[in-house]
């Protein structure tokens, strides 16, 4: 059953104030939010109503940083946009990058035998797939896709053959992109292929329709690379209030002290959240936001 207001899980307090019951919420040191279908929707930057109550949160001291399937190269206009300096999880929890230093501070890279099939079989089925390197972006054909990708991530890929990259450069995740019913059959077919290589994680953009596939190392989590975020500065994961919108969000919801769905979310992912704000469309960051930390 989805839970439309603060759980019992969340301590709480009563107290009475100029006659009237006031609920008393913890007090949230770290904000952390997923990127595409909660941060933002429909093109490259969050709403004027977000990007506000971010910069609220973060006048009251509360620190907030990004857990997105995308490269750090593709959450650059972002972390310049609302000011998001620290530590923040990429790749789908693949990696921690600092900026605006861009220093890794940790990495776990795609086996070399998990790329190389994943682009025999991107090939095979006819599949746009994306290989990302820390700092770099790479397809192997244009198009519809390809030209999304640009607008939408605000980089430029390298088109080359992927293959000669394999084993020559440290792939970090290759992304399946699927537009269509057609495609995203086919796509699950490589996704069941690669399970044996791999670990596959899936996410859909609601402002548009498309699945992403991310191939990242078996070990890799976004919420154990949440964890080894918090343990690296210091904080406890009772200080964390997480916000997101899909599948790839499931793990950290397990582990985060308070978590919060976005009202376009999967109801998987809603029936454990604590809270289900309104879509991104209706700027549910905000909400979340103007509900637990002002």
Known sequence: MLTQSVPATIEQT???QKGREVLALPRYKYLVLDVDGTLIG?????SRRVTEAIRAAQAKGVKISLSTGRATEACYHLFKHLKLSGLHVVFDGAAVVDWPSNDLVFLKALPPNAAAQLIRLARQYDLFLEIYAHDFYFIEKEGPLADHQREK???NPLVTDLMRLVNRIKIVKGQLLAANEDEKRRADIVSQQ???YCKMSWSL???????F???VARTVSKAGALKDMLD???FSLNDVLVVGDSFNDYTTFTVAGTCVAMGNAPDKLKEIAHWVAP???QDGVAAVIEKFIL
């Open 213 to 215: 596939g991310n191939a």
């Open 194 to 196: 690669m399970e044996q």
């Open 232 to 234: 690296y500065q210091g």
């Open 42 to 46: 429909k093109g490259a930057y969050p």
């Open 205 to 211: 953009d609601p402002s548009n329709g498309i699945y």
């Open 14 to 16: 009563k107290e009475q």
């Open 279 to 281: 879509p991104v469309d």
């Open 153 to 155: 991530l605000q980089i």
